[in-house]
T-cell receptor
Framework: GQQVMQIPQYQHVQEGEDFTTYCNSS?????IQWYKQRPGGHPVFLIQ?????EVKKQKRLTFQFGEAKKNSSLHITATQTTDVGTYFC??????????FGKGTRLSVIA | NAGVTQTPKFQVLKTGQSMTLQCAQD?????MYWYRQDPGMGLRLIYY???????DKGEVPNGYNVSRLNKREFSLRLESAAPSQTSVYFC???????????FGNGTRLTVT
């Protein structure tokens, strides 16, 4: 079945450093979604990418969808303590429901 | 607007006991989902209902049953709880199948 791999599993950064998490699917995706989960909270939808090669920005966050629609990345510029949490990608392929990656847990050291 | 409401927030069961986790959404969404989250395992889909009147198995359905009671409500039942079902359970809804998910606050279940 469809698999979504996400790396790294953990990332510790100094405040002000950049952060990137990568997502790879075993199948071509129709769309990919990104979620953020704060410690003790629930996942919250951030963004959806649909088009091949698409790039979207939300303030310091940049999301990319690969040309082959099998990979994606989330880049955070100049991390802040408010960025702490786990970032999940989730992909859809065909008529199957969303498949989540295992997430990247980001810690920011002030 | 409450969004997605899950009850209870916490529950402790003994092995073999049964219980039902309740979920309701007030966003008029068509699709609803149950996930479990375990450390290092991400979010795994238990069951989902793409639209009212339909339910389908997800990745980890064994030991669970669901009921889409109406458009608003989607319940998850554990008939005979096992320690392996200790987890955090999230209900989610979406406008349509494949649309972005709105999650509830979760139910933390411990089975002893």
């Amino acid at each position: 079945g469809q698999q979504v791999m996400q790396i790294p599993q953990y990332q510790h950064v100094q405040e002000g450093e950049d952060f990137t998490t990568y997502c790879n699917s075993s199948t071509t995706l129709s769309n990919i979604q990104w979620y953020k989960q704060r410690p003790g909270g629930h996942p919250v939808f951030l963004i959806q990418l649909v088009k091949s090669g698409e790039v979207k920005k939300q303030k310091r966050l940049t999301f990319q969808f690969g040309e082959a629609k099998k990979n994606s990345s989330l880049h955070i510029t100049a991390t802040q303590t408010t960025d702490v949490g786990t970032y999940f990608c989730a992909g859809i392929s065909g008529n199957t429901p969303l498949v989540f990656g295992k997430g990247t847990r980001l810690s920011v050291i002030a | 607007n409450a969004g997605v409401t899950q009850t209870p927030k916490f529950q402790v069961l003994k092995t073999g006991q049964s219980m039902t986790l309740q979920c309701a959404q007030d966003m008029n969404h068509n699709s609803m989902y149950w996930y479990r989250q375990d450390p290092g395992m991400g979010l795994r889909l238990i069951y989902y209902s793409a639209s009212e009147g339909t339910t389908d198995k997800g990745e980890v359905p064994n030991g669970y049953n669901v009921s889409r009671l109406n458009k608003r409500e989607f319940s998850l039942r554990l008939e005979s709880a096992a320690p392996s079902q200790t987890s955090v359970y999230f209900c989610a809804s979406a406008q349509e199948f494949g649309s972005p998910l709105h999650f509830g606050n979760g139910t933390r279940l411990t089975v002893t």
